[in-house]
């Protein structure tokens, strides 16, 4: 059985009994950073075995936990933080372990966009989630473009090198529309602000941005 099991994304408390059990008694956890997830085992007291499952080696690494699996043991995947798809691993051996009809399941958890969904206050029975927005200002400012035309909440996650540049953007598409930032979501310096993009820019602007922000818009 392949348990797909979301981890919190900065709360350690933020984790299900049903985790803890889980990944104390499967055969093997596949994280994307074993030294990243140790600290959340040992937090738990779960000594369970890690291997690493991340970008580099998915598809190498898929095969062969693809064997275990079918072989009868018991894997949990994991990501750094949140849940492991969302942006993060996780998709490739979701997608091996249905092609091979493994038994597979969800421990559910944490996931940034909807705590920052939630917080914003903006209408959520209709939203879209768009990922991290391109690097580059014009792909940039032509994927807000067009994502300005669909009639529905936006959400995005953004690092702190980028945030600024982007709220740039998103000021120059979406005028002096209230938007909501949310940073260092669960953290001890968690932060919503509620403001115009501009607004919002020059206060992150005080000091140089740090930490890990979702912006709703
Ligand atoms: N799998 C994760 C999830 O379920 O939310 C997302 C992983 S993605 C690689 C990392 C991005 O998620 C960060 O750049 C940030 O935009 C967002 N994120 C993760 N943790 C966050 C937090 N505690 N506060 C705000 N944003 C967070």
């Known amino acids: 059985m392949l348990y797909i099991v979301a981890t919190p994304i900065g709360n350690l408390k933020d984790f299900t009994h049903r ?13 994307e950073d074993t030294r990243h997830t140790k600290i959340l085992l040992e937090h738990y007291g779960i000594r369970t075995l890690t291997t690493s499952f991340f970008q580099h080696n998915r598809f190498t690494k898929g095969e062969y936990l693809l064997g275990l699996l079918q072989s009868g043991k018991n894997i949990a995947l994991v990501s750094d933080a949140g849940t492991p798809g969302i942006l993060d691993p996780g998709y490739n051996l979701i997608n091996l372990a249905i092609q091979n009809n493994i038994e597979m399941t969800f421990i559910p958890g944490a996931a940034a966009f909807v705590n920052a969904l939630v917080l914003s206050g903006k209408p959520a029975h209709e939203f ?5 927005l ?12 067009k994502l300005k035309q669909l009639e529905c909440t936006l959400v995005f996650y953004e690092s702190c090198h980028r945030i600024l540049a982007s709220l740039e953007d998103i000021g120059l598409v979406f005028g002096d529309k209230e938007i909501t930032v949310a940073r260092e979501l669960t953290k001890k310096f968690e932060e919503v602000l509620r403001a115009s993009p501009k607004t919002i820019q020059d206060k992150l602007s005080n000091h140089k941005p740090r930490g890990e922000f979702v912006i709703v818009i």
């Not at 879209?128 to 991290?132: E, L, Q, W």
């Not at 391109?134 to 473009?145: D, F, S």
């Open 19 to 31: 985790a803890v059990e889980v990944l104390s008694s499967v055969d093997l956890i596949a994280c």
């Open 128 to 132: 879209y989630f768009a990922g991290f």
């Open 134 to 145: 391109p690097n580059r200002a014009g792909a940039r400012k032509n994927q807000l473009q």
